[in-house]
């Protein structure tokens, strides 16, 4: 049966997209076919560590226009993953931002149906693992996502901010949905990779990552779990990733 | 003193008429706010609406989502309650328009209302 993920965050800038990226090819490379789907419509990002090749965004396919499938594209040669690694990709162009503004509530509905529909389209194609990565906070489609998905996978760091927003997503989102949780403890401060607390807010914590510039300067051009897999950060997301397959 | 005595009354009426005028288009503006707002509850089930219904509803409008058009009985085999239950449940979603309910030979089917306009 197909895993899906939303790897979601109360505020911006918390590393959702590199855990997101990361854990895609953590996945791939141990044989689960994977699809990494660019939720976040509003801030795009997936497009600018891969190049898309196919002619239709995900915007597409929530829009009625094409199928899922049509938005794929597959990585599994470049990224020399085991299994393969479908990618599917949020338009940057302004134009397409700036009029997803506007949409309206009728416009999120049908997106939610069509979101539904296209990840039981992806469990017949044989998927093991969907990740969606999502914008920050309760945006519209974030929360879409959120509701599609099997498990929340909570990118967290330890700042005022995040801290009194997480905890209200939690309970006011999350378990109204009944999702799993798991929290990522990301660019933690304490300089090591214990666990402090086994749970936070009630939620089990499935790793601390700690703060590190090289994570931050490196991941810019590579994909850490690809390119060096002996990397603290590489065995988190590996020691993450079989978390999350115990959790199942 | 009489003309003053008017004078006054006719400033005190403009005033009165000037702040009626404003209470009537602040009342007209709320009716068509409440009118779209129950138009927008009637017409579409989007994850927002789907938060805010209480959590039997919600229960049942979520499965329903994740696998698709259902009887009353396949769904209450998912929630674990019994098929009347959730019978009355999908026919309070029903009535409320977030699902179409529709007959195929002898089953009655359930499905998420998509009568949306498009956009």
Known sequence: MTLTLAIHSSKGGTGKTSIAMNLAVAFASAGKNTCLIDLDLRGPSLHSMFEPKSHFWINDFLSGKCSIKDTLTDFKKEMNTKAHLYMSFSNPDIREIRDLVSKDRDWQASALKALMNGKRELSEKDLDVIIFDTSPGVEYESINAVAAS????????????????????INGVYSLLDKKCGIIENMSHNNCLDIIDKKRYGVPVLSTIPCMCEIATRGKDEILVHTDPEHLFSKSIVSIKEKIEAMK | MDS???????????????????????VENRD?????????????????????????????ATTLFEIG??????????????????????NQLVRMNHVRKYREGRKVYFRINDSLKKK
């Not at chain 2, 003053?4 to 602040?26: A, C, G, H, R, W």
């Not at chain 2, 259902?70 to 449940?89: F, G, L, P, Q």
Request: aromatic share 2%; glycine share 0%.
């Open chain 1, 150 to 169: 099997d498990m929340v996978i909570i990118v967290h760091n330890d700042t005022n901010a995040c801290n009194s927003c997480t905890e209200q997503l």
């Open chain 2, 4 to 26: 003053e005595l008017l004078e006054q009354i006719v400033t005190n009426l403009k005033e009165i008429n000037s702040k009626l005028d404003k209470l009537i288009v602040q």
């Open chain 2, 32 to 60: 068509e706010q409440i009118s779209e707002k129950e138009r927008i509850m009637a017409d579409s089930l989007d994850v927002i609406t789907l938060l805010s219904l209480p959590d039997h509803l919600r229960t049942t």
């Open chain 2, 69 to 90: 058009p259902a009887t009353a009985d396949e769904i209450s085999k998912i929630t674990n309650k019994e098929r009347a239950v959730e019978s009355n449940y999908l």
